[in-house]
């Protein structure tokens, strides 16, 4: 069993590539960081969980896989393709597509818990 609670500390989270090294994102506005810990799954699994955190900014990007993820810190808004556009906070759950287009603003540094799913990668043994 894993449990994840909002605004609980969250350890062992390392940094990622700049946002503005890493193919497939494009930086808005700031220059906002991130870090993950991946609880189960690697890169090359069809399904991960784990926690992602990021600080203030604003950035694109394509959805690498299904993705359900709940924010457990901060506050953040999602501006879709269509205009719509979604905050959250920590308890707020949503559910992004595989090849969605989503602007991410950050307003608050942000943990949130993830589950992806790609089918790409099904082929893996897990």
């Not at 994840?4 to 989270?13: G, S």
């Not at 946002?19 to 993950?36: A, F, K, Q």
């Not at 205009?83 to 906070?89: M, R, V």
Request: aromatic residues 10%; negative net charge.
């Amino acid at each position: 069993m894993k449990a994840y609670f909002k605004n609980a500390v969250q350890e062992n989270l390392g940094s990622l590539s700049s946002l503005h090294d890493t193919p497939g994102y494009e930086v808005i506005e700031g220059d906002p960081r991130c870090s993950m810990r991946l609880d189960v799954g690697s890169s090359s699994t069809s399904s991960r969980l784990g926690i992602w955190s990021c600080t203030p900014g604003t950035f694109r990007c394509i959805e690498k896989g299904d993705e359900l993820q709940t924010v457990i810190e901060g506050k953040l808004s999602l501006i879709m393709d269509d205009g719509n556009i979604y905050d959250f906070e920590p308890g707020d759950s949503f559910y992004t597509k595989k090849g969605e287009r989503v602007t991410w603003k950050i307003v608050e540094t942000v943990k949130k818990v993830f589950f992806t799913y790609d089918s790409a990668n099904s082929s893996v043994t897990e």
